[in-house]
């Protein structure tokens, strides 16, 4: 990105000394100073914009002593100098604290001041507004600037902005333009309401950039027409409208965009009186092209700090997803290590000799137990590898009858219903609806204890997928055999409410207990 600052720097000072040059060739060649004096002076007042990124202080201290200078020595492009003055402040005020700001502001109220005194003339109260203004409005914008660029790294909605910019349009449209008001054909009023209208405009320039521009050059061409010496200001808030519309355009309407621009300049500048040369149509093109170059930098400075948002971004994830992939190896770990003791303890007592019931659980339990750690395998192999495609997926019609199977073995009286039409369902709600009957069967077996009559249906109806779990009353498990969370009942509902359902739960009518789900579901409909 260096080279693109570097760039920047050159444009920066290149469309300096295009408008000093600009604003100084009416009078070359005159009695009062030689072509050659009028060239250096050009060079020497815009050069200094060079320096406005990198030491927006020292570029604002030498357009001030470049003011004054000028001044003393009546040359013309000292109003080109008095209109760059404020702006090196305001990027001072958006680059800097109040240290430099204040009092380089101050030097250049003074410098402001000593430009507008004219000998002989009261400097009147008017005169002395516009010399605070002129630096004060371009110093509230930079330290808005700067303040929002620390609150919000990333472009916003900032209506605030819009009101600066509409605000500082305003100030410099009428600051500048309000001396010549009654010099054109139309009423003061009439000028007066164009120049505002051209300010006001720049407050919505970064919603509808397009529609501002030609509205700027619009104004811009009646001004000419009708106001005076009105329009060359205005065409100041033109260049600012192309600079935000560069940095929104794509590069084809940026194109569009110049060459209108180079339009609305050519009739502004050019009048009957003026001649025509190669080198004022190149520094026109230069003119023109000074906001596009500033426009597309900032543009691509908003691009890199997009990507770098998106790249911390995706830095965050991923160091998310390996925290969380260290933390199901530990868990892996704990748990396979105490899954594993349990099936070498359930395999010993086996091996020693048990029979009948006890024997039969001791095998369950060790069965279960290498299936759980079959499945933490497969667990921890998915969580390694987030690619993997082939992740093996169970029926959740098997595992509603695997637990139906279960808690029979283990004691519960399981009457089991459950529809063929639930195949139609989604995967997802059928596999919440069959986690809920898993949940909802090992609180029978923990509360109710085993002998207990339990019922499961689960079936679609209007539009829902059903489930019912009811369990008559029973004798309470044994207190501290089958411990208890707590959780079952909220996970199961909130479970639920993630698809958009609802679950109940609550005494039923003889004694036992109901368990009540249904998750929304839409059906295929049959061609």
Known sequence: MRWRGGYLDVSLAASGVVLNVLVASSS?????????????????????????????????????????????????????????????VGVLARLRGWKWTVPVAVLACVATGLNLADP??????GAWFYTVAIVAVPVIIGRYLRGTAIRRPQEESAPLLDLLMAGGGVALAVLATWPNWDDGAVPVWGVGLLAMSSGLALGVVRRLPGAVLLLESGLVILADQ??????????????????????????????????????????????????????????????????????????????????????????????????????????????????GAIVLRASAAQYAGADGPAGEALADIRATGHRVLEDLRGLLDVLRDPTKEDI??????????????????????????LAPDTERAPLVVRASAARIVQEGLTNVLKHAGPGTDAQVRVGITGGELAVEIRNGPGAAATPGELPSTGQGIPGMRERARALGGRLTAGPAEDGGWRLAAALPVRTRRKC
């Open 28 to 88: 070359w060649g005159g009695p009062s100073a030689p072509s050659w004096v009028a060239v250096l002076l050009a060079l020497l007042g815009g050069l200094p914009l060079a320096l406005l990124r990198r030491r927006p202080g020292h570029a604002a201290l030498c357009l001030t002593v470049l003011l004054v200078v000028y001044d003393q020595l009546d040359a013309s492009t000292v109003d080109a100098v008095q209109i760059l003055l404020p702006v090196a």
């Open 120 to 125: 002989g003339i009261a400097f009147t109260r």
């Open 226 to 339: 009708y106001a005076g010496e009105v329009g060359t200001t205005l065409q100041i808030l033109l260049f600012v409208a192309l600079g935000v519309f560069v940095t929104r355009a794509n590069w084809v309407w940026v194109v569009a965009g110049y060459l209108l621009t180079c339009a609305a300049s050519v009739i502004t500048i050019v009048d009957d009186t003026t001649e025509i040369t190669v080198w004022r149509g190149l520094a026109l093109t230069a003119m023109v092209a000074a906001p596009v170059a500033i426009g597309g930098y900032i543009r691509a400075r908003q691009a890199a700090a997009r990507q770098a948002v998106e790249l911390a971004a995706a830095r965050t994830r991923a160091s998310r997803l390996a925290e969380r992939e260290q933390i199901a190896r530990d868990v892996h770990d704990i748990v396979a290590h105490h899954v």
């Open 392 to 417: 093996p997926s169970v029926d959740p019609d098997d595992v509603v009858r695997d637990a139906v199977a279960r808690m029979t073995a283990a004691g519960l009286r399981v009457a089991l219903d």
